[in-house]
T-cell receptor, first 114, second 110 residues
Framework: DGGITQSPKYLFRKEGQNVTLSCEQN?????MYWYRQDPGQGLRLIYY???????QKGDIAEGYSVSREKKESFPLTVTSAQKNPTAFYLC?????????????FGPGTRLTVL | EDQVTQSPEALRLQEGESSSLNCSYT??????LFWYRQDPGKGPEFLFT???AGEEKEKERLKATLTKKESFLHITAPKPEDSATYLC???????????FGAGTTVTVRA
C-alpha cells in the first residue's frame, strides 16, 4: 500500500529543545518537500529535495534543518532557533520525472511548544 | 512572485445547494494548477491538475475549470461529506515548487 507516513502525529516541545519530525514514502518519488501550515494561511515551503543528498531552502527555512540520505526518507529538525514553531507540519513527495509536479501529502505532525 | 488568492474564505451551504469556489492566480507562465481537499487535522488530498485555459475536469460532485487568470471549483448538489477545506496551488513553468492559496472552508448542512 503506497503512501507517505509521518510520525509522530502529535509532538510537544519544551523551549530550547530540538525535535525531529519523520517523513517516509514508498512511492519511489524523487522529490520531497516540507511545509508548515498555520491557521488562515496557505502552506509555506520550508525545505525541498529533488534527489538524494541534495536539498534547497524554501521560503521559511530559518530555524529548520533537513537531511536526505535515502530516497525514501526526509526528516525535518525544528531547532531551538525557530522562535514560533507551533504549527501543523506536512511532508509531501512528487515524481521527479516529467514537468508537472503533483504533490502527494502525508497525514501531518502537529507540533506544540510548551 | 507567484500569488494565489482564494475566495470566499468560508462557504456555508445547504445540502443540495450548488456553488462555486474561486482561485485567482498571478504566475509568470503556468505549468499546472492543482486542487486539493483537506479535512481537519489531516494532510491535503489531491483532486485535480489543470494545464491550460479552457480545460475542465470532474470527479463525482466536483468540477474544476481554468481560465488564464483564475480557476473555479464547482460543487454540484453537495452532501455533508463534501465539507472540507479546498486548497488551490500553482506551479510556474520555471519552477518545481508549488504556491498555495489560503483555502476555502466549505460546510454543508444536512
Amino acid at each position: 500500500d503506497g503512501g507517505i507516513t509521518q510520525s509522530p502525529k502529535y509532538l510537544f516541545r519544551k523551549e530550547g529543545q530540538n525535535v525531529t519530525l519523520s517523513c517516509e514514502q514508498n512511492l519511489n518519488h524523487d522529490a520531497m518537500y516540507w511545509y508548515r501550515q498555520d491557521p488562515g494561511q496557505g502552506l509555506r515551503l520550508i525545505y525541498y529535495s529533488q534527489i538524494v543528498n541534495d536539498f534547497q531552502k524554501g521560503d521559511i527555512a530559518e530555524g529548520y534543518s533537513v537531511s536526505r540520505e535515502k530516497k525514501e526518507s526526509f526528516p525535518l529538525t525544528v531547532t531551538s532557533a525557530q522562535k514560533n514553531p507551533t504549527a501543523f507540519y506536512l511532508c509531501a513527495s512528487s515524481s521527479g520525472t516529467g514537468e508537472v509536479r503533483e504533490q502527494f501529502f502525508g497525514p501531518g505532525t502537529r507540533l506544540t511548544v510548551l | 512572485e507567484d500569488q494565489v488568492t482564494q475566495s470566499p474564505e468560508a462557504l456555508r451551504l445547504q445540502e443540495g445547494e450548488s456553488s462555486s469556489l474561486n482561485c485567482s492566480y498571478t504566475v509568470s507562465g503556468l505549468r499546472g494548477l492543482f486542487w486539493y481537499r483537506q479535512d481537519p487535522g489531516k494532510g491535503p488530498e489531491f483532486l485535480f491538475t489543470l494545464y491550460s485555459a479552457g480545460e475542465e475536469k470532474e470527479k463525482e460532485r466536483l468540477k474544476a475549470t481554468l481560465t488564464k487568470k483564475e480557476s473555479f471549483l464547482h460543487i454540484t448538489a453537495p452532501k455533508p461529506e463534501d465539507s472540507a477545506t479546498y486548497l488551490c496551488a500553482v506551479q510556474a513553468v520555471w519552477d518545481y515548487k508549488l504556491s498555495f492559496g489560503a483555502g476555502t472552508t466549505v460546510t454543508v448542512r444536512a
